[in-house]
C-alpha cells in the first residue's frame, strides 16, 4: 500500500499561483503513475494531470498551459504548480498513486479562488 498526503492548497486571487505537494511513502517501488484529480461541490471528481514512472506527462485540456506536474528524483514527492488560477478550479484537489492491481488516494487539499 502506498501512504500519500498533500498540502499545499489555500485560498488565492484569480490570475495567481500554488504549488500542491504529494508526498509519498509505504510502497513507493510498485508505482507506475502518480496524478492528481480534483472535486468541485455537487461535481464528480475529474481528472487534472498525471505522471508516469518513465517521467511522461499528461494534462486536461482544461488545465493544459497553465499547470505543471513534476516530481523529486527520488519519485517521492509530486508536485502541481498550478499558474493564471481560475475561480472554476476551485475544488478539493487528490493525489493518486496507481499500481498494478489498485489505487491509493490522498486525503485532498482545498484550493479556493476567488474572482
Known amino acids: 500500500q502506498v501512504q500519500l498526503v498533500e498540502s499545499g492548497g489555500g485560498l488565492v486571487q484569480a490570475g495567481g499561483s500554488l504549488r500542491l505537494s504529494c508526498a509519498a511513502s509505504?510502497?513507493?517501488?510498485?508505482?507506475?503513475?502518480m496524478g492528481w484529480y480534483r472535486q468541485a461541490p455537487g461535481k464528480q471528481r475529474e481528472y487534472v494531470a498525471r505522471?508516469?514512472?518513465?517521467?511522461?506527462?499528461n494534462y486536461a485540456d482544461s488545465v493544459k498551459g497553465r499547470f505543471t506536474i513534476s516530481r523529486d528524483n527520488a519519485k517521492t514527492t509530486v508536485y502541481l504548480q498550478m499558474n493564471s488560477l481560475k475561480p472554476e478550479d476551485t475544488a478539493v484537489y487528490y493525489c493518486?498513486?496507481?499500481?498494478?492491481?489498485?489505487?491509493?488516494w490522498g486525503q485532498g487539499t482545498q484550493v479556493t479562488v476567488s474572482s
Open positions: 509505504g510502497s513507493i517501488f510498485s508505482i507506475n503513475a
Open positions: 493518486n498513486a496507481r499500481r498494478v492491481r489498485s489505487t491509493d
Open positions: 505522471i508516469t514512472s518513465g517521467g511522461s506527462t
